[in-house]
């Protein structure tokens, strides 16, 4: 497809599991984003790569949390010993370009996967 | 920390009419970027504003920035069903930042 897809777009977790998510970016996009959306409020940032170097996870709220692109495509974000504040749309975006002065952070995003911990 | 303030929070309006809704931030900023949401769905990107005093039109849809960079307003003209939805300003601080901030986000609903 054209766009940004994550799967699966839903998963319930009881406390304690680990779970994956996984993104699949525009082709051909360098730089991938994952993002967390509470209820009622605006995406917050978690974790940044550009092709497979992850050069920002400040936003990855707990060593919990983990994501990887080792191949520069697919991403997966990992949730180990999931909590119920981890529950939440977890959202990934793509960007074509790598970054850098003058480019543009038009960011593509896909339709979540909305994560609920009971 | 970044902060992106934006009213109101929710809208209902009447089809037909015409509305506006304003981002504003404590900082200048590089790049605005309005977004639109649905329940279930990802953010569709609308439009981006770089420059002070810049404006964009796109069908029923207008977005400014003004000239200081720190407050952009989206207006949707003779709205329709179709417009309803979450409307999310998000931004980067500087060039060559990486990761988007976003405000809470806008509820329309658009009664026929």
């Known amino acids: 497809g054209a766009g940004v897809s994550q799967s699966p777009r839903y998963k319930v977790a009881k406390r304690g599991q680990d779970v994956a998510l996984r993104c699949d970016p525009i082709s051909g996009h360098v730089s991938l984003f994952w993002y967390q959306q509470a209820l009622g409020q605006g995406p917050e940032f978690l974790t940044y790569?550009?092709?497979?170097?992850?050069?920002?996870k400040s936003g990855l709220p707990s060593d919990r949390f983990f994501a990887e692109r080792p191949e520069g495509s697919v991403s997966t974000l990992k949730i180990q010993r999931t909590q119920q504040e981890d529950s939440a749309v977890y959202l990934c975006?793509?960007?074509?370009?790598?970054?850098?002065?003058?480019?543009?952070?038009?960011?593509?995003f896909g339709p979540g996967t909305r994560l609920t911990v009971l | 920390s970044q902060e992106l303030e934006q009213s109101p929070q929710s809208l209902i309006v009447q089809e037909g009419k015409n509305l506006t809704i304003n981002c504003t931030s404590s900082k200048t900023l590089y790049g605005l970027y309005w977004y639109k949401q649905k329940y279930g769905e990802g953010l569709i990107f609308l439009m981006m504003?770089?420059?002070?005093?810049e404006e964009k039109s796109h069908e029923k849809i207008t977005a400014k920035l003004d000239e200081k960079k720190q407050q952009s307003s989206l207006h949707i003209t003779a709205s329709q069903p179709s417009h309803a939805g979450i409307y999310l300003c998000?931004?980067?601080?500087?060039?060559?930042?990486?990761?988007?901030?976003f405000g809470t986000g806008t509820r329309l609903t658009v009664i026929p």
């Open positions: 504003l770089q420059k002070g005093g």
């Open positions: 975006a793509s960007r074509r370009s790598g970054g850098g002065s003058s480019s543009y952070n038009e960011q593509f």
């Open positions: 790569f550009q092709n497979e170097a992850q050069l920002d």
């Open positions: 998000g931004a980067d601080e500087w060039t060559g930042a990486n990761n988007l901030f």
